[in-house]
């Protein structure tokens, strides 16, 4: 298609979303307006940014400075350290700067309440420029890195076609894929190497079956495995690393097609068109779902839809937007939910006896090993061991970022619009103001009545691994669908991973 012609589609797509949801930010949303967030940091007069403790001299000078900081985390990309020394030298809050960018980090769980309490309309992240050239070079809405009421016009429709009774249409072939681990497991020992790309397998046969409608079988398969789906799941693996790997690396590729940029611009590409041929088969299923037109022409669908084929049959949301919205899906849960299994399995491994407890949970509540939309949510232990993996290894890195788009006031400092918010929650989740005895796996300390209400709420806003208000995590219900099926699975087969290898 037209670039132009596409471009004039999206905005007329939605303008007409903005209309009927009413979008448009009313006055009192403007985004001139100041707030003010208080937390525990500065509690004087106000101050400005750059009074804001935190690295100075030649550490503010742009790249510079940001190079000679992160230069000792960068082969192990372990940039979450660098973070936690702000924490041990400023306190609460700090300030520093990646590039061009005024960047400031906030370790008090407070202060994070209160910055979402006063969200903005449309929230944005911390960006992602290898993506954001690849979207403008393609001319392609890319849902993760959208803005604006773009980014709503599709967040809107989407979150809503997530109904509550769309899980449960699932669970069946998402078990079917656990068993398939658990399969896997058996023949191929828990400590075996493959461990790493068993896990990503399982995790992007389950993503495929919601981004998709499509039961893809990239472990069952791995005997004789079928071209296209290798190359589908080598794309997505080769997506997520060359991401990883320009976020260390000078952005050259925004002035030319850099090697890292042609290998990601191929990637990329791939996984789009194979994700259009996913697409367009599920569109020719559901024509086949319809009943034949009536008397009037309109014609009927079944009534429990997926959200694929939801969005298709709705006909709003033009082709592309669908495309790209379910490749965010697909690339929300894959790296996410096997990094977060083999955690999980690790840790779980190391520790007989809560393992034992979450086997005797397991078998006291799920009749047969058959998980149910019913007795999955019924699982307080499993729960508990979820959250306790998330805490002791936060899956996100920076913690949870947002730009901030109106001038505010923050623990008693002056923060100007632009400034780039990091919520230190990979370092609060290890400290011991609000963890007794962090460095231990203690799934015990998230049960309920475990704590008192107010010292929850703050544990709970230390972890955050779904991120938090309007942009939050739109598959967290399918992750721990996802999660919980797998380690059901695993441990109703008395399956543990007692050493590491294979598992990093
Ligand atoms: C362990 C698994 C997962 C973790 C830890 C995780 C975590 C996150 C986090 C932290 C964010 C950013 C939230 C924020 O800024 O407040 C996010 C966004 C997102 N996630 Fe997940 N996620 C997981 C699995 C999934 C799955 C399975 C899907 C899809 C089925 C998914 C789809 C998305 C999408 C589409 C967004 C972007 C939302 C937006 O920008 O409006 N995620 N996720």
């Known amino acids: 298609m037209h670039p132009k012609v596409q471009s004039d589609m999206t905005k007329k797509f939605v303008r007409c979303c903005c209309k009927k949801f009413r979008w448009i930010p009313s006055r009192h949303q403007s985004t001139s307006t100041a707030s003010t967030i208080s937390g525990s940091a500065n509690t004087g007069s106000i101050k400005s940014l750059s009074d804001v403790p935190g690295p100075r001299g030649i550490y503010n000078i742009p790249f510079i400075g940001d190079a000679l900081q992160f230069y000792p985390y960068r082969e192990t990309m372990e940039s979450h350290l660098y973070f936690r020394h702000l924490h041990k030298r400023y306190g609460k809050m700090a300030r520093f700067r990646l590039g061009m960018k005024h960047c400031l980090i906030l370790f008090d769980p407070e202060l ?63 078990s079917q894929c656990a068993e398939e681990l658990v399969t896997w497991l058996e023949n191929h020992g828990n400590n075996n190497p493959g461990i790493k790309d068993a896990l990503m397998r399982y995790s992007a046969d389950a993503n495929a079956i919601v981004a998709f409608d499509k039961r893809i079988g990239f472990l069952q398969k791995m005997d004789s495995p079928d071209p296209e789906h290798e190359l589908f799941l080598h794309s997505i693996s080769q997506f997520m690393d060359l991401v990883g790997q320009s976020v260390y690396s000078a952005p050259l590729y925004k002035l030319w097609r850099t090697k890292l940029y042609t290998e990601f611009e191929t990637a990329a590409d791939t996984v789009y068109k194979i994700s259009e041929k996913y697409v367009d088969e599920a569109k020719q299923e559901l024509e086949k779902q319809r009943k034949p ?42 790296e996410q939910v096997s990094q977060f299994l083999m955690w999980m399995f690790w840790l779980l491994g190391k520790s007989p006896e809560k393992q034992e407890k979450l086997y005797t949970e397991i078998s ?141």
């Open 112 to 174: 994070f309440g209160g910055v979402m309490a006063h969200e903005d309309y449309y929230p944005e992240r911390f960006p992602v420029p290898i993506i954001e050239t690849y979207a403008k070079r393609r001319n392609r809405a890319m849902f993760n890195i959208q803005k604006g009421p773009e980014w709503l016009s599709i967040r809107s429709p989407a979150q809503k076609s997530i109904k509550p009774g769309v899980l449960k249409q699932y669970i069946n072939p998402q």
């Open 293 to 334: 037109a009536d008397e009037t022409g309109s014609s009927e669908v079944p009534a429990e839809l997926t959200i694929l084929k939801h969005l298709l049959h709705d006909g709003q949301m033009p082709k592309e937007f669908i495309i790209n919205f379910m490749i965010a899906l697909l690339f929300g849960g894959v």
């Open 364 to 504: 006291n509540n799920v009749e047969d090993f058959r998980v149910t939309a019913e007795n999955i949510g019924h699982l307080p232990y499993l729960k508990a061991c979820v959250k306790e993996t998330f805490r002791r290894v936060p899956p996100i890195v920076t913690g949870i970022t947002r730009k901030v788009l109106r001038d505010t006031e923050i623990g008693g400092y002056h923060i100007p619009k632009g400034t780039f918010l990091f919520f230190g929650n990979n370092t609060l989740s290890m400290s011991e103001e609000y963890f007794e005895k962090p460095e231990e796996f203690r799934p015990e300390r998230w049960l309920p009545g475990a704590h008192d209400p107010q010292t929850q709420r703050l544990m709970g806003l230390c972890v955050l691994p779904f991120g938090m208000g309007k942009r939050n995590c739109l598959g967290r219900r399918f992750a721990e669908q996802e999660i919980h099926l797998a380690a059901i699975k695993v441990d109703s087969a008395k399956i543990s991973c007692r050493n590491n290898r294979g598992l990093w």
